[in-house]
C-alpha cells in the first residue's frame, strides 16, 4: 500500500517536517508536532477502545487545534470520527449522535451541558474533556512516536459526516480514509493548493466543506492551515490579514455577510488569491473579486460523491462546468432517458424546463458510492438502476454545458408555469440590502402553489415594501410568475450548523413565523401588505372554505 493512499500515511509523511502546520492567534505547530499530538490521542483511544463496539469517535468542538488533533489520531488509530453539529438540541441532536453509535465524545464543558440529560448512548467516562484539568497530563501520558494500527488500509471508515438536514432528516454518509485521501489530491489540483498555501479555515470542522476542502489538501501538501473558532464576517479580513492566508473555503451566506461589511479603500490589500465553495451567487463572486482580490471558484459535489462536473475555462455564467465523462448525464427518473438540450433566453432563462430539466445522475459514482451508516432505505434511493442519482436536478444546454436547477422538491409549479426558486434567490441577493434569501413553495389555499421568499436584512423596521416590489418589477429576467406573493424579512433566518439556510424549516413554517410577513394578492401589480394577525386567520380561513386544511402550515390553528 502506498503511504498516499490513507489519511494515516498523509500524516505520517509529515513527520520530522519542520514547516508550519497549523496556525493559532495564539500559536503555531510545525507539521511534526501536529502528528505527534495526533499520535498521542491515537495512544488514548486504541487503550480504551472496546472491540466489540464500532470504532466511533464522537467530536464536538468548535474549530480549536484539539479537533484537527482528534482527527489525526482518529486516523492513525483506525477510528471514524463524528463531527457532531452544535446548534443541534433535543431530540434532535440526541437521535443523531444515537445514530452513529459513537463510543467515545472529545468535547469541552460547553458541549458535554448540550448533551446532559440526553440518551446519546455513551457513559460518562467515556467522554473526554479537552478544557479539563487532567487533560493535558493525559496526553503527555501517552506521548509516542507517530505510527499507525495495524489494521488501517484505503477501505477503512475515518468519516460518517451528518448531512445538514436542510431538507429533511440528516443522514450519516460514509467516508473511507482512501476516499479522502483521493479527494486530497483531487482537490489540490482542481482549487490550486500547494505547500505554498496559507489555507484559512473559519468554516465548522464538523462539515465535509472543511474537511475535504482544506483539511485534506492542506495535509497531502504540507500547506499551513490557521484555526479560527468560528466564523464572523467582521473577522475574516483581519484574521486574512494576519496569517498571511491566500486560500479559504466558504458558503454563499458567509460571503454575503463579509460583502455586507462596510467597504473601505484598502480592501484588497491582503494576500487572498481564491476560495472554494458553493452558492455564491455570480453577483457576489465578482463583488467578492472587485472589493478583495480574490476569486471565488463555485464547485459542485457533496458529502456523498463527487466528480461528476469537469470545470472549463470558456463555461457561461451560471454554469456548472461539463459532465466530467459520459457516465454522467441529466435523466427523466421515470423513463431513464436523458433529458432534451435546453433552451435559453437571451437572459439565460430556461425556456423548456419540463423537457430539459432533470436529476443529474452518474453511472460510474454507483460504484464508488460508499453508502450511509445503518441506514439501507437510503442507499438504495441514492443508488438504484445502475446509477447513482445525485439528489439535485439540471440541465444540460445546446453545447453541452452542465448547470444546476436546485435540490429535488426546488421546482415550483405556479398557474401552469414551472421555474426553478434557486434563479429566484440568485436575483434576490442583487438586492443590495439582502444578505441571504431562501424561495420555497407554498400551498394555495384554492388550488396549486404560491411562492413564497424570505429575506435576511440588517434591519427588517426598515424594509420597504414598494421598493421592494419596484425593484422586482425591474428584473428582465425574473418571470411573471416567479414573482413571489409572500416576503418573510427577519434579521436572522433559520440556519445549519454549516451556515446553510434551512429552507425546509421555513417552508413549513410560511407566514406562521415570528417575523413580519409581506403579502401581494398576485393580481395585476404587485403591492405588498404586511399581514395582520386578522389577515392569517382569514388566509387560513380560505384553506378551510376550499377543502385544502390538510395543507396548511402544521403550526396552524385548526378552527
Known sequence: MNSSDTVAGLLLARVGDQRPGLRTRERTWTWDEVVRESAARAAVLT???????????GILLENVPDFLFWLGGAALAGAAVVGINPTRRGAELEREVRHVDCQFIVTDRPGRDLLHGLDVGVPADAFVLVDDAGYP???RAHACEPTKADAVEASTLFLLL?????TGASKAAR???????RLAFANCAKYDIDSADVCYCCMPLFHGNALMGLWAPALSQGATICLVRAFTASGFLPDARFYGATYFTYVGKAISYILATPERDDDAANELDHGFGTEASPEDQAEFARRFGARLVEAYGSSESTGHVRRVPDAPSGALGRPANDDVAVL????????????????????NPDEAIGEIADRG???????????????????RDGWYWSGDLGYLDEAGFLYFAGRRGDWVRVDGEN????????????????????AFAIADPRSGDQLMVALEVADPGAFDAAAFAAFL???????TKATPRFVRVSAALPTTGSNKLMSKQMQNEAWLCADPVYASRGRGEVDYRLMSNEDKRALEAEFFASGRQRLLPAAAVRV
Request: some cysteine; proline content about 5%.
Open 47 to 57: 487503550e480504551r477502545r472496546d472491540p466489540g463496539r464500532p470504532f466511533h469517535v
Open 137 to 139: 497530563q493525559l496526553i
Open 162 to 166: 451528518l448531512t445538514s438536514g436542510t
Open 175 to 181: 467516508c473511507t480514509q482512501g476516499r479522502l485521501a
Open 332 to 351: 427523466d427518473p421515470a423513463t431513464l432517458r436523458r433529458c432534451a438540450p435546453a433552451r435559453l433566453d437571451e437572459h439565460g432563462r430556461l425556456l
Open 365 to 383: 459514482a454507483a460504484a464508488r458510492f460508499e453508502g450511509y451508516y445503518n441506514n439501507e432505505a437510503a442507499n438504495r434511493e441514492r443508488v
Open 419 to 438: 421555474f426553478s426558486t434557486l434563479v429566484v434567490t440568485r436575483i434576490l441577493r442583487r438586492h443590495k440590502q439582502v444578505l441571504a434569501a431562501a
Open 473 to 479: 418589477a425591474a428584473q428582465p429576467d425574473l418571470g
